[in-house]
């Protein structure tokens, strides 16, 4: 076989593991239950922890989970800075791995540990997921915490999802219920001449 051959072969492989499914945060309106499947929602804020010379909230771009079982990865992307994130996935645990801040042109990732589970034919709330973020400086954190509020998700469910309100909830809230993870600058940086990240 030719070298560079098997290294494209090779390159294709590690991408295709290694890539997660990438779907929106919130299924239609009109969603009814798939087969099989269960219903996750949780209502994400996004805050910052203290002044910002920055002119630019910083909102949740997207979360990575993995299936525990399978390692199948999933990233939803979030389209707004308070928003509900609301999935059918395959029963079974799930972690969260990954967050993506963004702050208007500048990006950070940051590595964290949530666990759950999805349950099959329900709606599995996973409460209110507050994301509090560092103002910039050399060593960013977040501070991630999970409450619950059943009320909150019912009257989200029966607002904007008629047909799945009908199904029965669960309130499931990940693990652990508060963690700080260190947040990392991530590409692409802005093109601006004098680019610093820790403006």
Same mark, same amino acid.
């Given at each position: 076989?030719?070298?560079?051959?098997?290294?494209?072969?090779?390159?294709?492989?590690?991408?295709?593991?290694?890539? #997660?499914?990438?779907?929106?945060?919130?299924?239609? +309106?009109?969603?009814?239950?798939?087969?099989?499947?269960?219903?996750?929602? #949780?209502?994400?804020?996004?805050?910052?922890?203290?002044?910002?010379?920055? !002119?630019? #909230?910083?909102?949740?771009?997207?979360?990575?989970?993995?299936?525990?079982?399978?390692?199948?990865?999933?990233? !939803?992307?979030?389209?707004?800075?308070?928003?509900?994130?609301?999935?059918? /996935?395959?029963?079974?645990?799930?972690?969260?791995?990954?967050?993506?801040?963004?702050?208007?042109?500048? +990006? +950070?990732?940051?590595?964290?540990?949530?666990?759950?589970?999805? !349950?099959?034919?329900?709606?599995?709330?996973?409460?209110?997921?507050?994301?509090?973020?560092?103002?910039?400086?050399?060593?960013?954190?977040?501070?991630?915490?999970?409450? !619950?509020?059943?009320?909150?998700?019912?009257?989200?469910?029966?607002?904007?999802?008629?047909? /799945?309100?009908?199904?029965?909830?669960?309130?499931?809230?990940?693990?652990?219920?508060?963690?700080? #993870?260190?947040?990392?600058?991530?590409?692409?940086?802005?093109?601006?001449?004098?680019?610093?990240?820790?403006?």
């Amino acid at each position: 076989m030719n070298v560079r051959v098997g290294i494209a072969m090779f390159v294709s492989v590690l991408a295709l593991v290694g890539c #997660a499914e990438s779907m929106p945060s919130r299924l239609p +309106a009109a969603t009814t239950q798939p087969t099989g499947s269960g219903i996750v929602i #949780a209502h994400i804020q996004t805050l910052l922890l203290g002044p910002s010379p920055r !002119a630019y #909230a910083p909102r949740l771009e997207f979360l990575e989970l993995e299936q525990a079982e399978t390692k199948r990865r999933v990233r !939803a992307d979030v389209m707004d800075d308070e928003s509900w994130l609301v999935l059918a /996935l395959e029963p079974g645990p799930y972690r969260v791995t990954r967050l993506r801040i963004q702050e208007g042109p500048y +990006a +950070a990732m940051a590595d964290v540990d949530l666990a759950f589970a999805v !349950a099959p034919h329900r709606v599995s709330d996973l409460g209110i997921w507050r994301i509090g973020v560092d103002p910039p400086q050399v060593q960013r954190t977040i501070l991630l915490s999970v409450t !619950a509020n059943p009320n909150d998700g019912m009257e989200f469910l029966s607002r904007e999802y008629p047909t /799945l309100a009908a199904l029965p909830n669960t309130a499931e809230l990940p693990t652990p219920v508060m963690q700080e #993870a260190r947040l990392y600058e991530a590409s692409p940086y802005p093109l601006v001449r004098y680019f610093r990240r820790h403006w």
